[in-house]
């Protein structure tokens, strides 16, 4: 796990983060919500309590609408960055295409507030 506790002990008190430091500590964020994603499902897979079980994916699930939160954000703080994500996913788009798998769509979570089209 990342050490949360170093990575700025203190540093509200002395000044505040830059953009470029935002936008790292950002990336930061979403690296240690995949990783908590990672931890809480193992962990689900790993016991036979039904409870936990449930629990561990209902709160691995929320983690994974904080990576969208923090993703959309860096997005705003560091729109310079989108032309290399959309390339990333055309990239695999011809992959799945060359090798005959159908590229999901992604399905909208049925929220008004959502901002995916409905």
């Known amino acids: 796990m990342p050490e949360f506790s170093e990575a700025f002990t203190g540093l509200a008190a002395k000044r ?4 470029n430091e935002l936008v790292r500590a950002i990336r930061f964020m979403i690296a240690a919500e995949y990783e908590a994603i990672q931890l809480y499902e193992q962990l689900a897979e790993s016991t036979d309590n039904e409870l936990s079980r449930r629990i561990l994916h209902n709160i691995a699930r929320e983690e994974m609408e904080h990576v969208g939160e923090f993703r959309r954000l ?3 703080l560091s729109p310079q960055d989108e032309p290399f994500y959309y390339h990333g996913v ?5 992959v799945l295409e060359e090798m005959g798998i159908p590229i999901p ?3 909208c979570c049925g929220e008004k507030s959502c901002g995916c089209s409905h």
């Open 74 to 76: 860096l997005s705003v």
């Open 105 to 107: 769509e992604a399905e």
């Open 16 to 19: 505040k983060l830059s953009h």
């Open 90 to 94: 055309k990239e695999t788009e011809e």
